[in-house]
């Protein structure tokens, strides 16, 4: 799955948008994750990919439930 395909770019919208629900600016969720700022800025322009493990620790920083997120994607889990 590249940085273009639109399952992706759908997860990266939702963390994006849970993250600005919840009030948490991008300086905060990078260090509650123990990583730079630019590292939230890079995913959330699509300039850096997570991975599964990633994606589960931002989503709970955020106050999503990652399944939930998951859920509301309504990934068919077929490769395209």
């Given at each position: 799955m590249s940085l273009r395909d639109p399952q992706y770019r759908?997860?990266?919208d939702l963390l994006s948008a849970a993250r600005r629900r919840s009030g948490?600016?991008?300086?905060?969720l990078a260090d509650s994750?123990?990583?730079?700022q630019s590292f939230v800025s890079k995913f959330e322009r699509f300039e850096r990919r997570?991975?599964?493990a990633e994606y589960v620790r931002i989503a709970n920083?955020?106050?999503?439930?990652p399944d939930e997120?998951?859920?509301a994607?309504?990934?068919?889990?077929s490769a395209q």
């Open positions: 759908a997860a990266i948490v600016t991008q300086a905060q994750l123990g990583k730079p997570l991975d599964i920083a955020v106050g999503l439930d997120g998951c859920r994607l309504r990934w068919t889990g």
